[in-house]
Nanobody, 120 residues
Framework: QVQLVESGGGLVQAGGSLRLSCAASGRVFRISAMAWYRQAPGKQQRELVARISSGGTTMYADSAKGRFTISRDNAKNTVSLQMNSLKPEDTALYYC?????????????WGQGTQVTVSS
């Protein structure tokens, strides 16, 4: 099993910045890609914000490009999301996600979420 704990959410004014962090524990040596998702108020689905492979390859949702930066520290088993130029529409519960393998099977773990609120 892989456990994830997020931190760094909060309330910020539009145009401000926040940095989210996620610490992994457990079978961390089996983790491959890590990602940040978010679920906006009133929406049932989580949307992918950014993803980073074990080798450092990144991809971003269009809404995050140019404003957010995902990074990971494999030695510390952490992944971070630097969010700049925040907008009210970025308000959401942000979740950390990690893909990990157990033999031939692939699993996904989720954190408990951290709230980000951007005021206008």
């Amino acid at each position: 099993q892989v456990q994830l704990v997020e931190s760094g959410g909060g309330l910020v004014q539009a145009g401000g910045s926040l940095r989210l962090s996620c610490a992994a524990s457990g079978r961390v040596f089996r983790i491959s890609a890590m990602a940040w998702y978010r679920q906006a108020p009133g929406k049932q689905q989580r949307e992918l914000v950014a993803r980073i492979s074990s080798g450092g390859t990144t991809m971003y949702a269009d809404s995050a490009k140019g404003r957010f930066t995902i990074s990971r520290d494999n030695a510390k088993n952490t992944v971070s999301l630097q969010m700049n130029s925040l907008k009210p529409e970025d308000t959401a519960l942000y979740y950390c996600n990690a893909d990990w393998m157990d033999g031939p099977l692939k699993y996904g773990s989720w954190g408990q979420g951290t709230q980000v609120t951007v005021s206008s």
